[in-house]
């Protein structure tokens, strides 16, 4: 697994050992940050459930200005950490503009801090029903100062979320039993009588 973009293309990422943790295919991240293009640079992200880190490595990559890792596993947090100095190294950036959580991406006080442009989530597809409610509420109280904000998340093809007050602008991927990646942004509401 390597870093698909950006300035620090082609840096190896190392991930746990086991089945705890699914990083996002090379694929699967070059086609989201292609379909994110400009919007990349400069962006502050949130990357929830990080794994190895890669969504919010390949953003560091293609010019994020800061984010926060968030993973509840030490291996994972580890790694995320190893990872993070050398993508670093690479972009000629400096690691501690980013900082890497070790907690539930549940339980994490989201408010604080600067509101993310970016949140990717990629969580155990066997929790996603369970969680996704509650996280999209919580991001709906975060992100309320940036309606522009977009959350990425990752599921298996054949579950479908309709998050309320969320409006879905992208699915990528194919097939019911391959991994695709959704992008929403809050719903616009408009004024009554407008």
């Known amino acids: ?32 940050f292609s379909s994110l293009g400009a919007r990349v640079a400069g962006a502050r992200f949130l990357d929830l459930f990080a794994g190895s880190g890669a969504y919010g490595l390949e953003a560091i990559s293609r010019g ?23 993508v670093c190294k690479s972009a000629g950036r400096e690691a501690k503009d980013f900082s890497v959580l070790q907690t539930d991406a549940r339980s994490v006080p989201l408010a604080g801090g600067a509101v993310p442009d970016l949140v990717f ?29 977009i959350v990425v998340f990752e599921l298996p093809g054949e579950l479908e979320l309709a998050p309320p007050g969320w409006e879905l602008l992208k699915r990528l991927g194919k097939g019911a039993r391959q991994p695709t990646v959704a992008f929403f942004r809050r719903e616009r509401v408009t004024p009554s009588g407008a």
């Open 64 to 86: 994020a200005a800061g984010g926060v890792f968030v993973e509840q596993n030490a291996k994972a947090t580890a790694c995320v950490r190893q990872n993070l100095i050398a």
């Open 121 to 149: 989530i990629d969580p155990p597809y066997e929790i996603i029903p369970e969680i996704a409610p509650a996280l999209f509420g919580k991001l709906t109280e975060v992100l309320a100062p940036n309606l522009e904000a």
């Open 1 to 32: 697994m390597r870093i698909s973009g950006g300035v620090a293309r082609g840096i190896s990422l190392v991930a746990p050992k086991g089945d705890r943790t699914r990083p996002a295919t090379d694929g699967m991240r070059q086609g989201v």
